[in-house]
C-alpha cells in the first residue's frame, strides 16, 4: 500500500499516536475494479458494498468511535441513469440485508447530507435505519448520501444567517465553534483520519471543512479489494504519525 500524507490536525479528537476516533473515507475505484475484469459497474458496486461490512467490522473491532463511509455525492446525479438505478437498488438491500445486524452490535447510523432526494421508498428505508439505531452508543457508521461539503457549509451559513434574522446572535459573535455546530457532523467526534481509495490524490467536495486537521492518506488499492487488513494497516500509519496541531 502507498501513501501520500499531508499531516493536520482535527481540533483536537484523536490525541496524537493511537487509534482515531473518527475515521472517513472517500470509497474509490468501483468502477474500474469491475472494467478490468470484464464486469459491469454494478458488479464492482455490490463488491464495494462487501468491502464496507469489511472495513466496518475492523474497525469497530480496532475502537474507532465513528466511520464515515462517502457512498452518494451530489455530483453523482451526473452518472447514468441505469448506474443511479443500481445504486438505489444496493442501497435498499443494503439497509434490508444488514439493519437488524447493525442494531445488535450496537451501531448507531447517522446520515450526512440530503437523503430526501431518493426515491420515497429509499428515503423511507434510511429514515427508518436512522430511527431504529438512535439509541445505540458502541459506535456510529455515518453515510453521507447526496452529501457535498459545499452544500453543508451554504446549509450552515443559512442556519446562522437565520438566527441572525431571528435576533438571536450579533453577526460579529459568529465563530468557528459556531459554524462546526451548524453543521451535519456536529455530533460526531472530530475527524481524525480519512483515506481516499483507487490511487486519486483529491478531496473531491468530503468533509472539507472537517479535514482541516485531519490526517489524509491515499492509498492505490481499489474499494473493492479494501478490507480489514487495508483498514488496519492504514491505522497503524495514523499511530505512527505526530500530530502537532500548527504547534510547532
Known amino acids: 500500500m502507498t501513501s501520500n500524507a499531508a499531516s493536520a490536525v482535527s481540533q483536537p479528537g484523536g490525541g496524537g499516536a493511537g487509534v482515531p476516533r473518527h475515521v472517513a473515507i472517500i470509497m474509490d475505484g468501483n468502477?474500474?475494479?469491475?472494467k478490468a475484469r470484464g464486469l459491469p459497474r454494478v458488479a464492482g458496486h455490490r463488491q464495494g458494498a462487501e468491502a464496507a461490512r469489511a472495513v466496518l467490522r475492523a474497525a469497530g473491532e480496532a475502537g474507532v468511535e465513528c466511520l464515515t463511509l462517502y457512498a452518494f455525492s451530489s455530483?453523482?446525479?451526473?452518472?447514468?441513469?441505469?448506474?443511479i438505478n443500481?445504486?438505489?437498488g444496493l442501497l435498499r438491500l443494503y439497509?434490508?440485508?444488514?439493519?437488524?445486524?447493525?442494531h445488535r452490535e450496537g451501531i448507531r447510523i447517522r446520515i450526512l447530507g440530503d437523503h430526501r432526494a431518493f426515491p420515497p421508498d429509499v428515503a423511507k428505508l434510511v429514515d427508518a435505519a436512522v430511527a431504529k439505531t438512535a439509541g445505540n452508543s458502541r459506535m456510529t457508521l455515518a453515510i453521507a448520501l447526496n452529501y457535498g461539503s459545499r452544500a453543508e457549509l451554504v446549509h450552515a451559513a443559512?442556519?446562522?444567517?437565520?438566527?441572525v434574522s431571528a435576533g438571536e446572535i450579533e453577526p460579529e459573535r459568529i465563530d468557528e465553534a459556531m459554524l462546526d455546530a451548524s453543521l451535519y457532523t456536529s455530533d460526531l467526534p472530530p475527524l481524525d483520519l480519512l483515506i481516499r481509495t483507487s490511487g486519486e490524490r483529491r478531496l473531491s467536495n468530503f468533509l472539507l471543512w472537517q479535514s482541516a486537521y485531519a490526517e489524509l492518506l491515499f492509498v492505490d488499492t481499489l474499494w473493492p479489494d479494501f478490507g480489514g487488513d487495508e483498514l488496519r494497516a492504514a491505522l497503524a500509519d495514523f499511530a505512527s504519525r505526530e500530530r502537532r496541531y500548527g504547534g510547532r
Open 86 to 88: 443500481d445504486l438505489m
Open 158 to 163: 443559512q442556519k446562522l444567517a437565520a438566527r
Open 95 to 102: 439497509i434490508s440485508a444488514e439493519l437488524n445486524a447493525l
Open 75 to 83: 455530483e453523482n446525479w451526473r452518472r447514468p441513469e441505469t448506474e
Open 31 to 34: 468502477g474500474r475494479w469491475a
